[in-house]
């Protein structure tokens, strides 16, 4: 019976760039998905005829333009059309518009506070000196403090040395920045609501934590690292629906030789003599291999793909105590006309861009009140943009999509499971808030998808529907993510490997865990990595 070379499970993002490298090495890789599509939580799906769903993620930044090159992704189909501005509407009738001329945006600051626009430069000063720090980590291994090794106490230094580039007044303000809620670092630049509110959003998405909990502020500088096209800090739709990023990978690693097999859900992960040596799928059948990647979450991968007696307690422990919160929900609107928000001016640029209706920090606080109560939020953040107004592909003429990303959605309602009457509850919340502010919105509904925490860990397999598979704190994060000791894509099983976004750096459609964890593996076999690039200097 045939030994591949490596076997990759989950045909999520992560895992395709993980098997392009390896199979561009020169191995022979299989990669086995459960559903019957490749694509993970970035996927684009035909629900209803005629509209493409970009069902789970939604926009392209954070996916390393580095990847895209080594993997010619642009060849294979992937286009990302970069989308400007956006806007938060407000309780008054008004709405904050943004654009990425920082002239503009400025000036619109100054509608509302002449003193915020003038600290609006100093804050991206200082945010971007943060990026700065962090966004060359992105793509490499982080060091284990531990080690004496030589590669390990190399990165120490190069991380020493970083650090010791700062000022004294920088060093302290980095150390104050990774650990303080976002409410509280806006609080130092801005006085009125809604401008806070705007860049708050940025340090919630997809995190089980409020604008005021400790930690929210390094969460908005994880979502400011992206870029489109050289832009740095721009998002996109691809073009297409996010299933485009992973179809084009898919492409890439089959032109490569590289083999899917869709409808093969892992039962668990083979283990002979500490050794990972295959898995066997749900219906009974065995693949064999020499390695073993995992693209499904730290929890998932340990506690349920691999026998407990293959691991040391100390390691489940730690596994078991890794935050994996769902706190997200999706609602995805197939609409028969462009829906008219009365705020904005008729043909506005914003209708291009993300839309928000949560004018103030308090009120995204008190939508996480909800959550921890155990409950959706009556008043939820909604992240709404509407792809067809940039990418008429989604849609039939004059028809458009639109995708509402929801915060918060509690993993269980008052301590049970979701039900179809929660989730029917939880979109209704979501209609109502945009019905608000655009009169005859309901009617122009054709039809609804709705994804709670329990659809999409039943479906993408994501523990609780964390999106980010597991929480971006400062104690999940370099060397601690997902648990100290095994922050290298390494496991305790000898020849299984971890590449998902439980891993370093973390979450979002950002292909750098797939790309780190398959260096790791080609240095354990002592293959050359002359195909990656390194990671640029970009800020």
């Not at 430069?121 to 200082?126: H, L």
């Not at 929890?299 to 730690?318: A, G, N």
Request: aromatic share 10%; proline share 6%.
């Amino acid at each position: 019976m045939k030994a591949w070379d490596a076997i990759v499970i989950g045909g999520g993002h992560n895992g395709l760039v993980n098997a392009c490298y390896l199979q561009r090495a020169g191995l022979d890789v299989l990669v086995v998905e459960k559903n019957d599509w490749v694509g993970g939580a970035a996927t684009s799906r035909e629900l209803t005829p005629g509209f493409l769903y970009s069902n789970c993620s939604y926009v392209c930044s954070l996916f390393r333009p580095e990847i895209m090159r080594d993997l010619e992704l642009p060849r294979f189909g992937l286009q990302v059309i970069s989308y400007e501005g956006g806007a938060v509407f407000t309780r008054d009738g008004d709405y904050l518009a943004n654009y990425r001329d920082h002239d503009a945006h400025r000036r619109e600051f100054a509608r509302f506070s002449r003193r915020d626009a003038e600290a609006y430069d100093r804050y991206s000063r200082d945010v971007t000196r943060q990026c700065r720090f962090i966004q060359p980590l992105l793509m490499r291994t982080a060091p284990d403090p531990t080690s004496f090794k030589p590669r390990d106490l190399g990165e120490l230094l190069y991380l020493g040395k970083k650090f010791a580039g700062l000022t004294a007044e920088e060093m302290a303000l980095t150390l104050r920045f990774w650990t303080m809620s976002i409410s509280d670092f806006l609080d130092e630049y801005f006085e009125t609501d809604v401008i806070k509110a705007n860049f708050a959003l940025s340090g919630i998405i997809g995190t089980a934590l409020g604008p005021m909990s400790p930690g929210t502020a390094y969460v908005l500088l994880h979502h400011y690292m992206g870029e489109v096209d050289g832009s740095v800090g721009a998002w996109g739709y691809a073009r297409g629906g996010m299933g485009a990023v992973t179809r084009a990978l898919a492409a890439s690693f089959r032109a490569s030789g590289g083999t899917i097999r869709t409808g093969a859900e892992v039962d668990h992960v083979l283990v002979r003599n500490g050794k990972a040596k295959g898995v066997l799928l749900v219906g009974g059948e065995e693949i064999y291999g020499k390695l073993v990647i995992s693209n499904a979450d730290v929890k998932r991968t340990f506690l349920k793909l691999v026998e407990e007696k293959e691991l040391p307690d100390i390691f489940l422990r730690r596994v078991r105590n890794f935050k994996i919160r769902g706190s997200s929900g999706k609602v995805n609107i197939a609409l028969d006309s462009l829906p008219e928000f009365p705020a904005l001016p008729k043909d506005s640029p914003v209708y291009r861009a993300d839309m928000h209706f949560t004018d103030s920090i308090e009120r995204m606080e008190r939508a996480y009140d909800d959550w921890k109560a155990g409950r959706w939020s009556a008043d939820p953040f909604l992240d709404m943009m509407i792809p067809t107004t940039l990418d008429p592909t989604m849609a039939p003429p004059g028809k458009h999509f639109m995708s509402c990303f929801v915060q918060y959605a509690p993993p269980k309602i008052d301590g049970r499971d979701w039900t179809d009457a929660d989730r029917d509850g939880f979109a209704e919340s979501v209609i109502a808030q945009i019905a608000a502010y655009s009169p005859g919105f309901r009617d122009r509904i054709v039809h609804m998808e709705v994804r709670t925490p329990r659809e999409i860990e039943a479906e993408v397999g994501l523990t609780e529907g964390n999106i980010f598979q597991g929480e971006l704190t400062f104690d999940q994060l370099l060397f601690n993510r997902p648990v100290p000791g095994y922050a290298q894509y390494r496991s305790p099983v000898g020849g299984l490997y971890m590449c998902g976004s439980s891993t370093h750096p973390g979450g979002g459609v950002m292909g750098a865990p797939g790309r780190n964890a398959a260096a790791e593996i080609l240095r354990d076999l002592a293959k050359p990595t002359s195909h990656m690039s390194p990671a640029h200097d970009v800020i």
